[in-house]
């Protein structure tokens, strides 16, 4: 018999093991996934230097005019407001992670980026089945690699999925293995370990748009390529400042400048969608708070109980 593991207190805390025994024993990358864009930006630090991420004419204004740069820059990096508990709450179960030392620091502490520098990479407390992509690394050595992977290995443990067929990996083999986190690491130092998932086998198209059509005409072409790569899919539905918008909207920041305008398009696009083997698996957005997002998202699994089953011959 299969456990599953306990609410956590919202009505989407413990929707995965809510889900029907149908599609808890569909591969994962069929199911529609909710997760966070630049995960862990709810705090950034605006005493501290600029963050590697940034380009040196950036650098450049921050130390020229740091309080007024600093103030600008938190607008323009914070992507979420919630916290990672609030979020796994929320029911988002996919997490975007940037991360780098800090240069001139001793020791090989890293830290979350986008922009500013945020919270350390640090112990969380227990949580459901997650998926933690580690997708860019900036001012990381080869110490500060091994540091971060041993990390991620004692915080995690026994709990962390081995790298292994992407097909094969369905809820109930996550339950029946009492796995609960699985780690993709986008570096060459992780090839060898054994709970280190490949970047390969979690693309993340990034369309890099301002303009919410063109967004939604890269995810539907990339959508289609996905059958063939048999592997996880990220459809980043968010858009990306340019200089020109930061500068048209400098005093309003990311969230009231581009993205609260643009939600209703994109979320539009979202609810019209269908998961399966070539449709959408994990969805990330900015703000998930902002709209019913993360409820939509989960709700899109419905329609694969609505596909009818082959009956035995």
């Known amino acids: 018999m299969r456990t599953r593991p306990a609410g956590i207190g919202s009505v989407n805390a413990d929707w995965m093991g809510s889900l029907p025994s149908r599609l808890s024993a569909m591969p994962l990358k069929c199911l529609a996934v909710p997760g966070s864009h630049d995960s862990f930006t709810f705090w950034v630090d605006v005493h501290a230097p600029v963050a590697p991420d940034q380009k040196a004419y950036v650098k450049y ?19 979420q407001n919630l916290t990672f508990r609030e979020q796994l709450d929320a029911g988002i179960r996919y997490f975007d992670l940037r991360v780098s030392s800090k240069p001139g620091e001793p020791g090989n502490e890293i830290y979350f980026i986008h922009g500013l520098f945020g ?56 339950w029946e293995m009492k796995y609960q986190v699985i780690v993709f690491y986008h570096h060459p130092s992780a090839q060898s370990i054994p709970v280190m998932w490949p970047g390969n086998k979690i693309p993340a198209p990034w369309a890099n ?33 340019t200089v020109n918008t930061v500068a048209k909207g400098l005093v309003w920041g990311l969230r009231n400048y581009l993205v ?54």
């Open 260 to 313: 609260e305008r643009n939600l209703p398009t994109i979320m539009s696009w979202i609810e019209s969608q269908k998961p399966g083997v070539d449709g959408v698996n994990i969805i990330t957005s900015d703000f998930v708070e902002l709209t019913d997002f993360a409820n939509v998202v989960i709700k899109l699994n419905n329609l694969l109980l609505s596909e009818k089953k082959l009956k035995p011959r």
């Open 209 to 241: 748009t301002t303009e919410p059509n063109k967004l939604i005409q890269f995810l539907e072409m990339t959508l289609k390529e996905r059958a063939k790569q048999g592997s996880f899919h990220v459809t980043q539905a968010i858009l990306t400042p």
């Open 61 to 79: 204004l921050a130390t020229m005019f740091s309080v007024l740069a600093k103030k600008v820059m938190v607008k323009w990096s914070m992507t």
């Open 119 to 174: 919270h350390k990479v640090n112990r969380e407390p227990d949580i459901c089945v997650v998926f933690l992509d580690f997708n860019h690394y900036y001012a990381m050595e080869a110490e500060h690699h091994v540091y971060l992977i041993s990390m991620l290995q004692q915080v995690f443990g026994s709990k962390l999925c081995k790298n292994c067929a992407v097909e094969s990996i369905t809820l109930d083999y996550m």
